[in-house]
């Protein structure tokens, strides 16, 4: 008995750290093309994506160029796309704002399972300098983080695609789900109590 409420404990414990939450997100190539870029994401999950952000202030380039590794400043985007955007995403001011951090808010369901959502010529300029120009390498080390409805939470960065003609693709992992942390304490206490109870109902027998 005990050890069956264990194992169902345990499970418990397992599929909430389990999220199986993902994005999959590449730009344009190839590497040396100079803005605008695309930036093309799909929601590769089982839950919506409610939330959206792209961060050029961890960008850090292929190393080689003048300005890799300053800050990415996003200006100016032509246009929104995929199937997310006929529900609207909000941008909470990604046009002409000019700010190395973009978060785009979505409604429920809007960028479901399988949903595509893309940022389409938006032009990306240096450390707040307009009409700067940055190559598709440059954007490597750009941060992008999603937060799921079931409470988990992709972090990535863009990085190299090594394949002839391909931007840059996004790598990341999602880590678990919010209330694990507050839940973890309690089924553990859940447990002891158990433990004590049964050790209890020994000794009396
Ligand atoms: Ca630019
Ligand atoms: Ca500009
Ligand atoms: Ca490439």
């Given at each position: 008995m005990k050890r069956t409420l264990l194992a169902a404990a345990a499970s418990m414990i397992l599929?909430?750290?389990a999220a199986n939450a993902a994005l999959l997100?590449?730009?344009?190539?190839?590497?040396?093309?100079v803005?605008?870029?695309n930036f093309l994401f799909e929601n590769d999950s089982g839950f919506d994506i409610l939330n959206l952000t792209i961060d050029g202030?961890?960008?850090?380039?292929?190393?080689?160029?003048?300005?890799?590794?300053?800050?990415?400043?996003?200006?100016?985007i032509a246009s929104l796309a995929g199937d997310a955007n006929p529900n609207a995403p909000t941008p909470v001011d990604p046009f002409g704002l000019n700010s190395p951090v973009m978060t785009f808010l979505f409604a429920p369901g809007a960028f479901a399972t399988g949903f595509t959502f893309d940022i389409?010529?938006?032009d990306p300029d240096f450390g707040g300098v307009n009409d700067t120009g940055v190559q598709i390498l440059d954007l490597i080390g750009v941060k992008v983080t999603a937060f799921f409805?079931?409470?988990?939470?992709?972090?990535?960065?863009?990085?190299?695609?090594?394949?002839?003609?391909?931007?840059l693709k996004l790598e990341g992992s999602t880590t678990g789900v919010v209330p694990l942390p507050a839940a973890l304490p309690l089924m553990l206490a859940g447990l002891g109590a158990f433990a004590l109870v049964s050790r209890r109902r020994r000794k009396a027998a």
């Open positions: 599929s909430t750290v997100g590449i730009t344009n190539g190839p590497d040396d093309a803005d605008p870029v202030t961890t960008a850090v380039g292929d190393g080689t160029g003048p300005n890799s590794g300053v800050t990415v400043f996003w200006d100016s389409l010529d938006i409805s079931d409470s988990s939470t992709f972090v990535g960065a863009f990085v190299d695609d090594p394949e002839p003609g391909k931007g």
